[in-house]
């Protein structure tokens, strides 16, 4: 795998940045992508329907900037996931306006796919072996890691080593807090539990905690949105493939969307996508590599 180091850059061609559509329907996002023509992937139920209904419905978070986030106001989708479903949209024939996104809580994943809510379903959504048991997976498309964000001038975390004596926040009962406890990395009266990331994100800002965990993905939307005030460490410690969520046994679907997604990794798309989202944040990405089945 090759790391790039992340600048800022203009997109370009079918990656152009736009501003368009109304909230919760067509074209919420930030880009512009050509939607191919002609597609076939015989053998696909799902794909099948969208194209009997003349649209895809696109399962994604609402609440992780950066990655999956819908603008309070003007009610548009942007951030890495919904750029990454945008693309598999228009390589499977969908152009912007044929695209309604829907957000699903991580709770309800599963069931969205089982029922056929969405047709699939791009949010920080780690591929392992029980969802396989009730899903399938296209990729990954990203690969995080649990790592930590602290403020910019603090260069005395360093990684998970350096967190003794340091204030930790995450979310309540949350895997990363889960770990950071099991293993030891802070003294219990240092770890701050809040509802969501946003929470931490404040105490951060406001110095009541040292470093905030979770998926560095997630850390870096909120990075990129104050890259002069925070800062990812970049020592990811533990491994989270980010997947695109399928009905289970919709094999050529999944085949094809891998197909897209390898594409998009060798031939530049993949990185003018990081570039224009997480890219912000300042902070290295490593290509994913698919793992198919």
């Not at 800002?205 to 970049?234: F, H, N, S």
Request: hydrophobic share 35%; charged share 30%.
């Amino acid at each position: 795998m090759r790391v790039r180091t992340l600048a800022v850059v203009l997109l370009a061609g079918g990656l152009a940045l736009t501003a368009c559509g109304k909230e919760g329907g067509p074209g919420d996002s930030g880009t512009t992508q050509q939607a191919a023509a002609d597609v076939k992937v015989d053998g696909s139920a799902t794909f099948e329907k969208m194209k009997n209904r003349g649209k895809v419905v696109i399962g994604v978070k609402e609440d992780q900037p950066g990655l999956g986030y819908k603008d309070p106001t003007s009610g548009k989708y942007t951030g890495f996931d919904v750029e990454i479903a945008k693309l598999v949209a228009a390589k499977l024939g969908f152009s912007d306006d044929k695209i309604e996104y829907k957000a699903i809580a991580s709770a309800g994943r599963e069931q969205a796919l089982i029922n056929g809510d969405v047709d699939y379903y791009v949010g920080t959504y780690t591929i392992n072996a029980k969802r396989k048991e009730q899903v399938g997976f296209a990729g990954p498309y990203f690969t995080a890691g649990q790592d930590l964000l602290v403020a910019k001038d603090d260069n005395s975390i360093t990684g998970p080593e350096t967190l003794k004596g340091k204030k930790v926040c995450s979310v309540t009962g949350s895997t990363p807090i889960q770990k950071v406890k099991n293993e030891g990395l802070t003294e219990p009266e240092n770890i701050v539990e809040l509802q969501n990331y946003s929470q931490c994100v404040t105490q951060l800002q406001q110095g009541a905690v040292d470093a905030v965990t979770t998926d560095d993905a997630i850390l870096k939307g909120y990075a990129a949105q104050e890259p002069d005030k925070m800062k990812v460490v970049g020592k990811p410690f533990s491994n989270e493939p980010y997947g695109i969520g399928l009905t289970k046994d919709d094999k050529p679907l999944r085949d094809k969307i891998n197909d897209i997604l390898d594409e998009a990794i060798k031939g530049g798309d993949w990185d003018k996508v990081y570039d224009a989202t997480l890219g912000k944040s300042g902070s290295k990405a490593e290509k994913p590599v698919l793992d198919r089945y």
